[in-house]
């Protein structure tokens, strides 16, 4: 089975431009969450939705920063415009129906901003 | 506000040894707590899930073990190898948000 699925892994940018993430959740699963990872920071979770809703985007670091759930095989996280301590690790996670809750992650989007 | 410390935050072990990883979190109400692995530039692998109602679960040579009312899980890894070199996270979650530690940072050496 294919695992989570995050383009770009790798986006560099000039300060000022709009940066799209994207992420496919793993077939079936019905929840996810995007989540940043910075060395001073380490993993902290930016948005959680459940059957396409979003529940709870609390940890949104600021309006920069918005978060789509189209449809249950696809999300986007976008921050316009971006600054440079947006730089960091940003990973999409999704969790299935079965009640056990085990996080499974993508391998991430890298992006720098210059 | 949960807080997740992982002790020791690096380790380094010539191969063979049996390994014991530490890693306490301050708010006993959890649903689960799930042991993930990272290697650099990579993203997180699930090791291990604990559901609230289990005490150990064990895949292969790890075996975590769950205390709640301590607030503890150890992650044990017997006869280490190379390759089990990464950085490996403790999160206990609540309802649906994982907490995560900063990490233990292993090195086994062949």
């Known amino acids: 089975d294919a695992g989570v699925i995050q383009s770009p892994r790798h986006e560099v940018t000039e300060m000022g431009q709009e940066v799209t993430l994207r992420c496919k959740p793993i077939?079936?699963?019905?929840?996810l969450f995007w989540y940043r990872q910075t060395m001073m920071r380490g993993l902290e979770l930016l948005i959680y939705f459940n059957n396409n809703v979003p529940i709870d985007d609390s940890g949104m670091p600021e309006d920069r920063f918005s978060a789509k759930m189209p449809n249950a095989s696809f999300s986007t996280l976008k921050i316009q415009p971006s600054e440079p301590r947006d730089s960091a690790v940003y990973f999409c996670a999704s969790w299935g129906t079965s009640g056990r809750r085990e996080l499974f992650f993508g391998e991430g989007s890298r992006l720098t901003v210059l | 506000k949960q807080e997740v410390t992982q002790i020791p935050a690096a380790l380094s072990v010539p191969e063979g040894e049996n390994l014991v990883l530490n890693c306490s979190f301050t708010?006993?109400?959890?649903?689960?707590l799930q042991w993930f692995r990272q290697d650099p530039g990579k993203g997180l692998t699930s090791l291990l899930l604990i559901q609230s109602s289990q005490r150990e679960q064990t895949s292969g040579r790890l075996n975590a073990s769950l205390d709640k009312s301590s607030g503890r899980s150890t992650l044990y890894i017997a006869a280490s190898q190379p390759g089990d070199s990464a950085t490996y996270l403790c999160a206990p979650s609540g309802t649906y948000k994982y907490i995560f530690g900063t990490g233990t940072r292993l090195k086994v050496l062949a």
């Open positions: 077939s079936g699963h019905n929840s």
């Open positions: 708010d006993s109400a959890i649903y689960n």
